[in-house]
């Protein structure tokens, strides 16, 4: 996109505060000092459940990297946690205040790997120490995000820790982007990092009613692009293509004890500026075909109703 960060740019609650040392600044520890806290969101996909262990978080600012625990492996799911809601990574936590190139989310997510063992797909919680998915008919398959084990999710987007405050900040994983379709698996699901790090004062929400076309309709979902790019589908292959959307939402029923029922999408964590929206069906096919303005602004919800 062209004003906005959409790098492998969506965690869990962290009570404990660690003074970290080495990102310079005032030698007055008072002035040194901020705090972060950091939370995940998601695009949902049509499943019961996607849960993603993490297990840590690591910085680095103008010293070597280090690492802040999250208290064990988290293993959210993803799922419950959408549109403009996001679980809590790390609450609060006490680190210089400064610049920092780049973060780091440690997941465990291995090709081969045992994520599912014991899962009770009636029920919305994760279990285990590793990432999986449950689909809607309740199979289960161990989730699998290349170099996961390596490198974690990095997101190399700089954030910026202010003097004596908090900045708060949310990872949002778009999965309809990030997902490769496990329908046809018969072991790993597959995770293609597409996540935006975003910082909660400069984002807002995208929401509005959707009327359904008359038939059948399969997947209906909203998808968002940045400013000038015509609705088009997802790109396949490993590698995010410049005119993917930047986020994605399914449509939900609203309510109901409406007759007749009525849906609507909600996109969180949209940073300022402008955007089209577009509703689709199928995930190829758009309406309206060339979208439908959406501007943005920090803090504030704009409704935009399609197709």
Known sequence: ??????TFNSIIAATTLLALAGCGGSSDPVDQTG??????SDGPIDAKKVC???TEVELKGKGAPFVVDVGGVQNINLLDFQGANAAPLLFNEKLDAGEYQWLRLGVNAESGGTGGTGDDPASSLCVGDASYVTLNDDS???LYIPSGAESGL?????ITIPANATANYTAEIDLMLSMKDPIDLEADAKL???VRLVNNIDVGTLTGEVVLPEGECETPSVYVFDEGVMPNPIATGDTVDANDPIATAMV???DNSVDPVTHDYTVGFLLTGNYVAAFTCDGETFEPADGKEANISAGNVTT???P
């Open 1 to 6: 996109m062209t004003t906005h960060s959409t």
């Open 35 to 40: 705090f972060l806290s950091l939370g995940i």
């Open 52 to 54: 993603i262990a993490f």
């Open 154 to 158: 990095k997101l190399v987007n700089g």
């Open 252 to 254: 939900e029923e609203r």
């Open 192 to 194: 293609r990092p597409t």
């Open 140 to 142: 289960v398959h161990n």
């Open 304 to 306: 935009v109703p399609l």
